[in-house]
């Protein structure tokens, strides 16, 4: 029996997961589009995989957002 090469899906999805964290600490959304241009044609990932990535991505972008409106100095 062959084994596959391919690392097992858990590993790709906490990858990804990963990789979220890094994007975040960019600050750039074109990062974030890419993520979820990559995300959205992995076929190793399931359908659920890529929503609950492509959600979390999501949710952590707009928290951020929000952090850094909420602590912004005020315009003068």
């Known amino acids: 029996m062959e084994r596959s090469s391919q690392p097992p ?7 990804y997961l990963t990789v979220i964290d890094t994007v975040l ?3 750039n959304q ?6 979820n ?3 959205y044609a992995d076929g190793k990932l399931s359908a ?5 990535l492509l959600g979390e991505m999501q ?4 928290q951020k957002c929000q952090v ?5 100095p005020p315009l003068r």
């Open 9 to 15: 899906t858990d590993a790709i999805f906490e990858f």
């Open 25 to 27: 600490k960019s600050k």
């Open 30 to 35: 074109g990062f974030m589009s890419k993520f």
């Open 37 to 39: 241009q990559l995300v």
């Open 48 to 52: 659920d995989e890529k929503f609950c």
């Open 59 to 62: 949710k952590k972008w707009h």
């Open 68 to 72: 850094e409106v909420a602590v912004a």
